[in-house]
């Protein structure tokens, strides 16, 4: 077999952060469409200036990408101003919603909803953003039962930090102490048309085997950006970005909503400072998307969408991956 697996999968536009989904039998990738431009880049992530969003699709393992073209643009939002960063998108009741954030007109980081009739798009974006969201990387799980629940938030550029007390404070750029608990990511379930939350957003505590929390200093394991929440063996996987020490980690939960006990490493570092991915079930295996800066010879802000097989082990422990090891065709 022909595999394509740890290539990018488009080389004609740069891509990121991709949200795999099977939608109408085929594989769905939604990702942040990367600009081609060389301005310095800062810790406030200025040089994502993503303003617009392509849908991706794969027919089948090994099939050639097909790129839908634009399905949405920050000037069909009106609540948004620049950085259209890294989405994801879910099916409910008939309809496909795009969930995205941006920066509002006041510049802090929200995020919003747009729907298709088509998981190609393209997508009608709502005139306001959820109200109650903030910060940035949204991912939803549609459950079981039907409900939905987004999972969300992002340090530094993704402004998590500033949210501490509740309410956002421009001005707060510092995390807690390094012995205190780390700043988890947020949850909030749906409402049932998929076009508000239905409570406000809990954060999310990550422990450790013993019921401890993970704490702020401990970069090796503490939350940073990009949660993904996916299902197996009937338990609730909580996937993240660890930011400055470039691992894509997993912690583990009976419940939806946590809390989740830390397990161990997905993926080691790639090319690029950051790292951000998807886990999704396909004809019965199971596939990490992920990115990196290959394609650009290393430019952070110009990356890459590729995807590799992923092992469990019988204990349901995720087998981690080495991004530039051989695979196996
Ligand atoms: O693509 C912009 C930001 O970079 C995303 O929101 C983060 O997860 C990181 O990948």
Redesign the pocket.
Known sequence: MTTKFNEPIVNHIYT??PSAHVFEGKLYIYP?HDLDHDEPSNDN?DQ?K?EDYHVLSLDGIGAEAVDHGEALHVRDVPWASVQM??PDAAYKNGKYYLIF?ARDHEGIFRIGVASSDSPAGPFQAEPNYLEGSYS??PAVLVDDDNEAYMYFG?LWG?QLEKWQSGSYEADRTEGPAADAPAIGPRVAKMSEDMLSLAEEPKEISIVDEEGNPILAGDEDRRYF??PWVHKYRGLYYLSY?TGTTHKLVYAVSPNPQGPFVFKGVILTPVVGW?T?HSIVEFDGKWYLFYHDSSLSGGVNHKRCVKYTELHYNEDGTIRTIHPYAEVEA
């Open positions: 990121a952060d942040s992530g994502y993503m960063w890294a954030p940035i990387d992002g993704g950006e990009g970005s950051t951000h």
